[in-house]
């Protein structure tokens, strides 16, 4: 691996963890109805580059990793489009929580697809992949984010714009 790639892949892999680090964040935000606006700006942008640089890297052809990144640009837009564009406005706030929580998984599901490549005690329990631990840790994921998902929608579709403060 040359230098430049080697940076190259540092600063995706930054993007990645600094997008996963925010983005649960926004999503216990989302879960105390909170809106955490810095927070979500930083998710939001951060997982938007990881995708954009993921596609910067030298492949041949059509690769899973392709097609998770278009996914997720996709997501991305609708999470940017509902959050900015219409301001969680009616049903663009759930829009907007479904969105951001699949943008967010999809950075997980990444990263555990990384680690049992990466991480040679990892690798050893499955080696292609396809063995159950792998399957066990992204069925774990999955269902850790659909639990997370479907509270985060319940809790935030609820909240208002901020009360104006009131005068004693």
Known sequence: MTTGLLLFTLFHVALSLIGIGAGLVVLCGLLASKRLDGWTVLFLTTTIATSVTGFLFPVRGFTPAIGVGIISMIVLAVACYARYGRHLA??????????AVIALYLNVFVLVVQAFLKIPALTALAPQQNEP????????????FLVAGTRAAMRFRDVGPAAAPQVA
């Open 133 to 144: 631990p792998f399957a066990v840790a992204q069925g774990i994921v999955f269902v850790l």
């Open 90 to 99: 009616g049903g663009w706030r759930l829009a907007y929580v479904v969105t």
